[in-house]
């Protein structure tokens, strides 16, 4: 008996720690960040390395100051960062970005508890604020620097939602070659990141092909654009790497389709009816808020609780 070890759960360990499933996360999202910079220019880019550093910062000198354990090392507050960076037009601000970098950080991360007991997603937070705030300059678009295979895009800085009339042609779609935030236009790059998620094992499949499935299912019967709907706007990236966030969504895998369902919903109801062009953001952030409601009556049942409960009224 000497020779066993007495410790408290968790019994069952692995060595995927938050450190390494970042990691991946930011390695998935490097396909998205080149394409963004190839497109826009080195004005992105510089966009999101700063976007990045704003966090690190915001999220160590909150540690510093409140004596808490430093956490930076994680790299959670670079991926908010680089998404949040990939959620802005190119020409932003410096200012804004900073901003936004700190409502995600400081408000929606570390006043909640930090990582993991945040309510919401810090980065689609932080969009958010700043399109209530700076609505102008978010929803100011720059012009590619490359010209598409229609010519359309390389004049014009209105993005396909916004403005349908000067739609590109599907491949200009797919390949990112028109106005938009920074790491959303290029389809091709953020699937490639997200196929790279699937098959690490770190997302499960259901939320983004649920996501992605309802706005095609909503376009469909609305009589809209298929193509167009699922190719423009933040879809992919919001479905890929925000809906799938592992603090701010359900825990099962029913509740994280009913989870991807709504956020299809209301992205579809926003799009189609809203004066906003485009819903992702804001049906991330109120099914982010569903998710306590969702777990609530969509959980496993811990083994033997029934049988248990018999007993119990047995006796």
């Known amino acids: 008996m000497s020779g066993l070890l007495i410790e408290p759960s968790p019994h069952i360990r692995c060595t995927l720690t938050t450190q390494k499933i970042m990691l991946n996360v930011l390695i998935a999202l490097l396909p998205g960040v080149i394409a963004g910079t190839v497109i826009f220019g080195l004005r992105a880019l510089v966009l999101v390395v700063l976007c990045a550093a704003f966090c690190v910062i915001f999220e160590m000198l909150f540690n510093i100051i409140t004596k808490h354990e430093q956490t930076i090392y994680d790299l959670s507050a670079v991926v908010t960062g680089v998404l949040l960076g990939m959620n802005l037009p ?3 601000p410096i200012y804004m970005a900073a901003i936004g970098c700190f409502a995600a950080i400081v408000v929606v991360k570390q006043f909640f508890g930090g990582i993991g007991q945040n309510f919401a997603n810090p980065a689609i937070t932080a969009r958010i604020v700043l399109m209530l705030s700076f609505g102008k300059y978010m929803t100011s678009w720059s012009a590619p620097v490359i010209a598409g295979t229609a010519g359309i895009d390389a004049v014009s800085s209105a993005t396909p939602l916004a403005d349908p009339e000067i739609m590109p042609s599907y491949l200009d779609l797919f390949l990112g070659i028109h106005g938009g935030c920074i790491g959303e236009t290029c389809t091709a790059a953020l699937l490639l990141g997200g196929i790279y998620l699937v098959a690490r ?3 499960d499949p259901v939320t983004p092909f649920a996501f992605i ?6 376009s469909l019967i609305g009589g809209h654009d298929v193509l167009m709907q699922l190719l423009s706007g933040g879809l992919v990236i919001g479905a890929f790497f925000m809906a799938t966030d592992y603090s701010t969504t359900p825990i099962t895998r029913t509740g994280k389709l009913i989870f991807a369902v709504g956020c299809g919903l209301i992205t579809s109801a926003i799009r189609f009816f809203g004066v906003y062009p485009e819903g992702v953001s804001f049906s991330i952030l109120v099914m982010n808020i569903l998710v306590p409601l969702i777990d609530r009556y969509v959980r496993p049942k811990p083994f ?5 409960v018999r007993k119990g009224v047995q006796k």
Not at 304 to 308: S, T, W
């Open 201 to 203: 094992g770190l997302i």
């Open 304 to 308: 033997g609780a029934k049988n248990a």
């Open 213 to 218: 499935g309802t706005v095609a299912l909503c």
């Open 90 to 92: 190119p020409a932003l």
